[in-house]
């Protein structure tokens, strides 16, 4: 069993950035692909980026990419979503997601255990 415990976020403006951690219990961290999805009202859920256990291997929804990176630190257990250069489009709550194993994949329904999500605010 895997605990995800999201931080950061909150109402930014258009333009800046913003971190998100995502904290995660026990001792096999690095065995786990992490991905980041958001939910914005009335839509669902969407992929924004991934990352693999060790770190080397990361992907990127179209809308994001170049703005938007994924990191973790595997002796903090921890992993971060970084966002630059916010637009009106990308507020949403925003979920930490883990899934046991090496490959890294963008599809919600693979994921096994969920952060509790946060919410993002972007202000024109």
């Known amino acids: 069993q895997v605990q995800l415990v999201q931080s950061g976020g909150g109402l930014v403006q258009a333009g800046g950035s913003l971190r998100l951690s995502c904290a995660a219990s026990?001792?096999?961290?690095?065995?786990?692909?992490m991905g980041w999805f958001r939910q914005a009202p009335g839509k669902e859920r969407e992929f924004v980026g991934c990352i693999s256990g060790s770190g080397g291997s990361t992907s990127y929804a179209d809308s994001v990419k170049g703005r938007f990176t994924v990191s973790r630190d595997n002796n903090k257990n921890t992993v971060y979503l970084h966002m630059n250069s916010l637009k009106p489009e990308d507020p949403a709550v925003y979920y930490c997601?883990?899934?046991?194993?090496?490959?890294?994949?963008?599809?919600?329904?693979?994921?096994?255990?969920w952060g509790q999500g946060t919410q993002v605010t972007v202000s024109s």
């Open positions: 026990g001792r096999t961290f690095s065995s786990y692909a």
């Open positions: 997601a883990a899934r046991s194993g090496s490959i890294i994949v963008t599809t919600p329904i693979l994921y096994d255990y």
